[in-house]
């Protein structure tokens, strides 16, 4: 049971499927890990567990969904604001002090060098990846699903932006916005996820 691999169980259990569901799959899963290891070594009886806990997560999805009750609606939608309210105060402590140095530093120069659009690109990168551990820290019982919605969210928030507004934006960035949102909100829900402790 020690041997199991601890990310993909972790992940499994992130995404809120019923204890009982759980338990039972986890388990399965954990008892043929422990023949295969025996048979055919760990490497590949992890490969084999990471395989399966693929082909395994829509099964947790499904049941996750089935169970949902409506305050573990009103609970994602708690963590969406949260982490919403943490992503826009971090916004504001990074512009309130970077943003003063890069425009003076702009207004000296009179252009702006590539190295001047680097905190911009490491803050579009590390807002999601944050707001999506903010999720899944406040949402407990399934904070993967929880970071995932965030980045729905996000992205219906960006695309709306780009046709309201958008019209001069370069392609890469209307089209490419609302796909980062997703991916590295759920990148920040699998940080969260890795960290919890295990399930059985």
Same mark, same amino acid.
């Given at each position: 049971?020690?041997? /199991?691999?601890?990310?993909?169980?972790?992940?499994?259990?992130?995404?809120?499927?019923?204890? !009982?569901?759980?338990?039972?799959?986890?388990?399965?899963?954990?008892?043929? @890990?422990?023949?295969?290891?025996?048979?055919?070594?760990?490497?590949?009886?992890?490969?084999?567990?990471? %395989?399966?806990?693929?082909?395994?997560?829509?099964? @947790?999805?499904? !049941?996750?969904?089935?169970?949902?009750?409506?305050? !573990?609606?009103?609970? &994602?939608?708690?963590? +969406?604001?949260?982490?919403?309210?943490?992503?826009?105060?971090?916004?504001?402590?990074?512009?309130? &002090?970077?943003?003063?140095?890069?425009?003076? *530093?702009?207004?000296?120069?009179? *252009?702006? $060098?590539?190295?001047?659009?680097?905190?911009?690109?490491?803050?579009?990168? &590390?807002? $999601?990846?944050?707001?999506?551990?903010?999720?899944?820290?406040?949402?407990?019982?399934?904070?993967? =699903?929880?970071?995932? =919605?965030?980045?729905?969210?996000?992205?219906? +928030?960006? &695309?709306?932006?780009?046709?309201?507004?958008? =019209?001069?934006? $370069?392609?890469?960035? %209307?089209?490419?916005?609302?796909?980062?949102? +997703?991916?590295?909100?759920?990148?920040?829900? /699998?940080?969260? =996820?890795?960290?919890?402790?295990?399930?059985?």
């Amino acid at each position: 049971m020690k041997m /199991v691999p601890r990310v993909p169980e972790r992940l499994l259990t992130a995404l809120g499927a019923s204890a !009982d569901f759980r338990d039972d799959v986890l388990g399965d899963l954990a008892e043929e @890990f422990a023949v295969r290891a025996e048979w055919d070594g760990v490497p590949k009886a992890r490969r084999w567990y990471y %395989r399966e806990a693929l082909r395994a997560a829509p099964y @947790f999805l499904r !049941d996750a969904r089935r169970n949902m009750r409506a305050r !573990d609606l009103l609970g &994602i939608v708690k963590a +969406i604001v949260l982490a919403m309210v943490g992503v826009k105060l971090f916004r504001f402590a990074f512009y309130g &002090i970077a943003g003063p140095l890069l425009d003076v *530093t702009r207004h000296l120069d009179h *252009t702006m $060098p590539v190295w001047w659009y680097l905190p911009f690109v490491f803050l579009n990168a &590390i807002s $999601p990846v944050m707001g999506g551990y903010i999720a899944a820290r406040t949402h407990r019982k399934a904070p993967l =699903a929880a970071a995932a =919605a965030l980045g729905l969210v996000w992205a219906a +928030i960006d &695309i709306a932006m780009s046709v309201r507004f958008g =019209a001069s934006w $370069p392609a890469v960035y %209307r089209y490419g916005a609302p796909m980062i949102a +997703i991916v590295f909100t759920t990148l920040g829900g /699998v940080v969260r =996820a890795v960290r919890l402790p295990r399930p059985l």
